[in-house]
C-alpha cells in the first residue's frame, strides 16, 4: 500500500496545477527568457494570430496568457502522463519522485535554464 502522499496520480495533477499557476509569472521574465519561455509564449501569440490577426493577438494579451497556459500544462503533462502511465501501477514511489523530478526540472526550463539569448 502506498502512503497517500506518494500517489502518483494526485502527484501528476498536483504538478499539472502548479505548471498552470506558474504561468502567472511569465509576462514578468524579463529579456528574452529561456528557449521553453519562448516556445510557450511565442507559440502562444502564434495561435491566436492565426485564428484571428496579428493586432488582435498583439492588443489581447489575456486570451494570449490563456493560450500559454494551456500550453505551458500540455508541453508539461505529456511527458508527465508518459511518466504515470508507466510507473503508477508497480513502482508508485519511483513514479512519483520521477514525476517531482520533471516538475523541477520543467519549472527550472521555464526560467533558467537554457537561457535564450538570440531573441525570439
Avoid: E
Wanted: proline share 6%.
Amino acid at each position: 500500500m502506498v502512503p497517500s502522499a506518494l500517489n502518483p496520480t494526485k502527484t501528476f495533477w498536483a504538478s499539472c496545477a502548479f505548471v498552470i499557476i506558474t504561468t502567472l509569472a511569465l509576462p514578468f521574465v524579463a529579456g528574452y527568457g529561456t528557449s521553453l519561455f519562448q516556445a510557450v509564449v511565442g507559440g502562444a501569440w502564434s495561435v491566436v494570430a492565426t485564428f484571428t490577426s496579428d493586432t488582435f493577438a498583439d492588443r489581447h494579451k489575456l486570451v494570449v496568457w490563456f493560450i500559454a497556459a494551456a500550453l505551458n500544462v500540455l508541453l508539461f503533462a505529456i511527458p508527465a502522463a508518459a511518466f504515470l502511465l508507466t510507473t503508477r501501477g508497480r513502482w508508485p514511489v519511483a513514479g512519483t519522485l520521477l514525476l517531482a523530478a520533471w516538475l523541477l526540472f520543467y519549472i527550472a526550463s521555464l526560467f533558467m535554464l537554457f537561457p535564450a539569448t538570440d531573441g525570439p
